[in-house]
Each structure stands twice: as C-alpha cells, then as structure tokens.
C-alpha cells in the first residue's frame, strides 16, 4: 500500500519562499514518477511541476517555471518543491502524485495518471 505524506505548507507573505516536502513509503520510490499539483478554492486541480524517477528531467507550468524548482531524494524516499518569490495566486492546496511508470524517462503532467495521491498541504500567500 503506497502512501504519501506532505509537509511544509503554511501561511507566509508574497515574496517569501517555502520548502514542500513529500514522502512515499510502501514501495520502492525510484520506480515512481512523480509531480506536484494544486487546486484553488473553486478551482480543479492544476500541474505545477513533474521530475522523472532518476531526477534527471523536470517540468515547470509556465505560472511557477523560474520560481519553482523540483528535486527528490530516492534515498530518502522524498520529493521536494522550492518555492520562491511566492505570490498570492499561488494560494491552494499542494498535492504531490506519484506515477507507476517505472523507470519512464519523461515527466508526466496530466494528472489522471498518477496512481497515487497524498492529502495535501495548505500553502498560504498574503499580500
């Protein structure tokens, strides 16, 4: 049974950064793909970011790409999502997924592909 876990949202001003983390257990987490998404109230849920299984290729939307930056760990079983120079719009719920696509070599951002999905973590910008 495979479950994710993140951390680190909370309520910070814009311009500020932060520092999502998310951990997988119950299976091996290099077989995985995975990504970072988000929804706002009274939005659906929208790609932020995606890294392959070895971390050797990441995607951005357009919204975050300069700003963001994904990494992981697979020795810790953990995916990270840096944030900087965050702006109110950047206000949701951060989820990450992961996709069971072992060993895929491109970065998946449609969400209906991950298999599996953590609860989410509230990230708060003020102006």
């Known amino acids: 049974q495979v479950q994710l876990v993140e951390s680190g949202g909370e309520m910070v001003q814009a311009g500020g950064s932060l520092r999502l983390s998310c951990e997988l257990s119950g299976r091996t987490f290099s077989r995985y793909r995975m990504g970072w998404f988000r929804q706002a109230p009274g939005k659906d849920r929208e790609f932020v970011a995606g890294?392959?299984?070895?971390?050797?290729?990441?995607y951005y939307a357009p919204s975050v790409k300069g700003r963001f930056a994904i990494s992981r760990d697979n020795t810790k079983n953990t995916v990270y999502l840096q944030m900087n120079s965050l702006k109110p719009e950047d206000t949701a719920v951060y989820y990450c997924?992961?996709?069971?696509?072992?060993?895929?070599?491109?970065?998946?951002?449609?969400?209906?592909?991950?298999?599996?999905w953590g609860r989410g973590t509230q990230v708060t910008v003020s102006s």
């Open positions: 890294i392959t299984w070895n971390g050797l290729k990441t």
């Open positions: 997924g992961a996709d069971a696509a072992a060993y895929n070599n491109d970065v998946e951002v449609r969400g209906w592909m991950y298999d599996y």
